[in-house]
């Protein structure tokens, strides 16, 4: 006897959700460290400015741990956060030695308009008033008032060579003057001002390309 079901069943593969992260050493002085993620370690000597590469993680909860390179025992810092499905971040490792914590940044995936750029600005300079940040260009790109540990909104910019001048909110003093950098088109960047602006290692900026640039999640 031949049997005809009343519908056929199909199978459809569901793509898991992801989430990525890379570290950032923000601590001026600090010593290179290593980077534990559930017991996990994700860097090795890590120093001061330098970021890792993106890793894919499982979306959920994580115990974060940061000791001086070679060391298993009293970590720098010891936290724990949620990392959300189908999103970015930047784990940095911030403030000055005797106030060390972990700032988690979103490099939140977002539609960028065709042949533009974006940019933002992030204070980790622990010794650094608020200050105002200006691009270099006909277009009056400001980042006012923001203080250490602020993270700014993208800004949309033409894509071109722009020069940075960060000048204290509360004197307009400059503190410091980037020369004319490269910024490419269909990219999201972040300027991190990082370092002392009253001593060593002294204020600077790190421009990464974010992950929200070229990740799919």
Same mark, same amino acid.
């Given at each position: 006897?031949?049997?005809?079901?009343?519908?056929?069943?199909?199978? =459809?593969? +569901?793509?898991?959700?992801?989430?990525?992260?890379?570290?950032?050493?923000?601590?001026?002085?600090?010593?290179?460290?290593?980077? /534990?993620?559930?017991?996990?370690?994700?860097?090795?000597?890590?120093?001061?400015?330098?970021?890792?590469?993106?890793?894919?993680?499982?979306?959920?909860?994580?115990?974060?741990?940061?000791?001086?390179?070679?060391?298993?025992?009293?970590?720098?810092?010891?936290?724990?956060?949620?990392?959300?499905?189908?999103?970015?971040?930047?784990?940095?490792?911030?403030?000055?030695?005797?106030?060390?914590?972990?700032?988690?940044?979103?490099?939140?995936?977002?539609?960028?308009?065709?042949?533009?750029?974006?940019?933002? =600005?992030?204070?980790?300079?622990?010794?650094?008033?608020?200050?105002?940040?200006?691009?270099?260009?006909?277009?009056?790109?400001?980042?006012?008032?923001?203080?250490?540990?602020?993270?700014?909104? /993208?800004?949309? +910019?033409?894509?071109?060579? /722009?020069?940075?001048?960060?000048?204290?909110?509360?004197?307009?003093?400059?503190?410091?003057? +980037?020369?004319?950098?490269?910024?490419?088109?269909?990219?999201?960047?972040?300027?991190?001002?990082?370092?002392?602006?009253?001593?060593?290692?002294?204020?600077? +900026?790190?421009?990464?390309?974010?992950?929200?640039?070229?990740?799919?999640?």
């Amino acid at each position: 006897m031949f049997f005809c079901p009343l519908f056929t069943p199909t199978l =459809f593969r +569901v793509n898991p959700p992801i989430t990525y992260i890379r570290f950032l050493h923000a601590i001026p002085s600090a010593l290179n460290i290593d980077i /534990y993620l559930n017991d996990r370690l994700m860097a090795s000597n890590l120093s001061f400015k330098k970021f890792t590469e993106y890793s894919p993680i499982a979306p959920g909860y994580y115990t974060l741990k940061i000791f001086v390179s070679g060391k298993t025992s009293n970590p720098i810092i010891d936290t724990s956060f949620f990392a959300t499905p189908n999103n970015i971040f930047t784990a940095a490792a911030a403030g000055n030695l005797n106030n060390i914590h972990l700032k988690l940044i979103e490099d939140t995936p977002m539609t960028i308009v065709p042949g533009t750029t974006m940019i933002r =600005f992030i204070h980790l300079s622990p010794d650094t008033p608020t200050v105002n940040v200006a691009l270099t260009s006909r277009e009056g790109i400001t980042f006012n008032n923001v203080s250490f540990g602020e993270v700014t909104n /993208y800004q949309q +910019v033409s894509p071109g060579h /722009y020069g940075i001048q960060i000048t204290a909110a509360h004197s307009g003093s400059v503190i410091l003057i +980037v020369p004319s950098t490269p910024f490419g088109p269909n990219k999201f960047y972040s300027i991190y001002a990082v370092g002392l602006s009253a001593g060593n290692p002294p204020l600077q +900026v790190l421009l990464p390309l974010d992950g929200n640039s070229y990740l799919k999640v």
